[in-house]
Nanobody
Framework: QVQLVESGGGLVQFGGSLRLSCTTS????????MGWFRQAPGKEREFLAA????????WYADSVKGRFTISRDNAKNTVYLQMNSLNIEDTAVYYC????????????????WGQGTQVTVSS
């Protein structure tokens, strides 16, 4: 089983940056595609980005393309989400997800989810 724990969330000013981390446990981490989602109050969970097990294939939602960057370090069992040019609409709980199938991951049907970390963008 894979367990995921997000960190790095917090309060940031408009236009600022944050880097989220998702640390995993489990011996099969390197074989899993990883992704990031977010959910704002009153809204459905939204796909943001995904990365293949090798790190050579990346997927981004149009809403964050050019501002957010996903990466992974398999040696550290960690996936990252670098978020730049943050605005108020980026305020949400951010979740890390993992699945052997990157397509299933992007659809929000991941096998494993983290507990979420709050990101709040202030004016």
């Amino acid at each position: 089983q894979v367990q995921l724990v997000e960190s790095g969330g917090g309060l940031v000013q408009f236009g600022g940056s944050l880097r989220l981390s998702c640390t995993t446990s489990g011996r099969t981490f390197s074989n899993y595609a990883m992704g990031w989602f977010r959910q704002a109050p009153g809204k459905e969970r939204e796909f943001l980005a995904a990365i293949s097990w090798s790190g050579r294939n990346l997927w981004y939602a149009d809403s964050v393309k050019g501002r957010f960057t996903i990466s992974r370090d398999n040696a550290k069992n960690t996936v990252y989400l670098q978020m730049n040019s943050l605005n108020i609409e980026d305020t949400a709980v951010y979740y890390c997800a993992a699945d052997e199938n990157p397509n299933r991951l992007s659809l929000g049907s991941s096998s494993f989810w983290g507990q979420g970390t709050q990101v709040t963008v202030s004016s």
